[in-house]
């Protein structure tokens, strides 16, 4: 058959064709949606992510809670010369010192072996607020880092060698001053662990599951305090226990960290397409999906803009916008001073630093209460950790059913109201009771609360800003845990009278926040502000 003009001419459309219906079937989505429609939401590969990255928030509970052991009080006893006459005092500093001595010796803890009693007990406490104002600055910075060029995995990699480097160290201070530098610069690394690692675990988990996988992170602090009372039970002497809840933040550096994935989130505001879809697909894969070819990731912006320009010229669009598809873009940032010129955000902000702040005075204020049971210490503190746990899950079951501003208002609330009543209580006979009772409800309530808030306050933020944001309110945290021992001091009825007005009043603020179950974590505030028209 003779070639025509026309056959040439039709030959060389058809690759033009095929191109064009390649590029037409070219999808464009945010993770969100991908992790919807072709990834899975909550499978193996974010199991296995979850609970690895998880496990910093032991070590976190490590490096904190461990001043309840290193700085409690020990036992002491009369001299056998001096029994008679001393058994009548009430307490060490109606003695004499040679009347009495330290069951156990004077290395069990910093007290004894540094004479924190009677005019210098202050300097007890002087240690914990600034370990906690070191985690205070320490969140800010690595909220700030995990953001920008550090990424969510380095940060985490940063701070729990820090930690391991100075827990190490404070085992081996020589006096009071340097114990408190190092304690202080114990804080700085620790206040940024829990918050990169819940940022790193719940960032690619999809919107349905994200609520409820973010709650059960609560769930590793909580089993870090209770393996903590059983390594100190163990370990009596301070130093040797510094050294004993340092080495798993050393074991967790080399042998955890390397094995996990950078979050896809992070890489796409960077810039970095490419390594986002790498992850994406090693996620589809896992989880026994498929990720087809023609499906790209793409910031909330793009995939508004382009969603817009398909309805007026969807084959100009694909060939201006597609074949640059796979091309790495310029990154994406943002910083706290962006939050706050934002009108959306910037209410938003101050609302969560007021609220994470009221619950922190509550929870830590409380949990210093039960502390002051004179009861055993290492299984006081194990049952407070354990009580802690019922909190979580019943908040994490109706987190998904209810919401995420209903449960708060409604957890600090219930704490208020119990707290109220144990202000209305006597010190003496069943009332004592009574009023322990109300402190463990108030407990209970907070600690759901406290939960919430991180997995809240995640949500509510655009990717480029998400640790930012988290930093300020996990900062916010940290000044109510410096607080809250100021407010036990007051002693009486006044603590739960305090605790109750926290409660109240940070439920009434977070009437004034929006609903974001089901709502999507958009990445820019373009795609924010487009969400809420």
Known sequence: MPRTPFSDSDELR???????????????????????????????????????????????????????????????????????????????????????????????????????????????????????????????????????????????????????????LTAFSPNYWIYVILRLLTGFSTGGVGLCAFVLATEPIGPAKRGIAGMSTFYFFSIGIAILSAVAYVFQTWRALYIASSIPSILFVFLVIPFLSESPRWYLVRGRVTEAMKIMSTIASTNGKHLPSGVLLAL????????????????????????????????????????????????RLILMVAINFFCSVVYYGLSLNVVNLDTNLYMNVALNAVAEMPAFGITAILLDKFGRKPLAIGTMWFSGLFCLLGSLMGNVGVWKLVRMVCGILGIFGMAGTYNLLFIYTAELFPTVVRNAALGCATQAVQMGAILSPVVVVLGGWLPFAVFAVCGIVGGMFAFYLPETLNQPLYDTFSGLEAGLV
């Open 14 to 168: 058809t690759p033009l064709v095929a191109t064009a219906a390649k590029e037409a079937e070219t999808e464009k989505l945010c993770i969100d949606e991908m992790l919807r429609k072709y990834c899975g939401e909550f499978g193996k590969w974010q199991l296995r992510h979850f609970i690895f990255t998880s496990l910093a928030w032991a070590l976190e509970a490590f490096h904190t809670m461990v001043m309840i052991f290193a700085d409690r009080e020990p036992e002491w006893r009369c001299t056998a010369a001096t029994s008679a006459t001393c058994g009548m005092a009430g307490s060490t500093c109606e003695i004499r010192p040679d009347d009495w001595e330290w069951v156990g010796g004077r290395g069990g803890a910093t007290v004894s072996e540094w004479g924190l009693i009677c005019g210098d007990k202050f300097k007890v406490g002087l240690v914990q607020s600034l370990f906690f104002a070191g985690c205070m600055i320490g969140a800010g910075i690595f909220g700030h880092l995990s953001d920008s060029f550090l990424g969510r995995k380095g940060s985490l990699m940063v701070v729990c060698a820090l930690n391991a480097i100075f827990g190490c």
């Open 300 to 347: 909330d912006e793009e995939v508004e803009v382009e969603a817009e320009a398909k309805t007026e010229a969807l084959t100009l669009t694909y060939k201006n916008n597609n074949n640059k598809s796979l091309e790495n873009k310029n990154a994406v940032g943002g910083s706290i001073v962006d939050v706050l010129r934002s009108p959306v955000t910037r209410i």
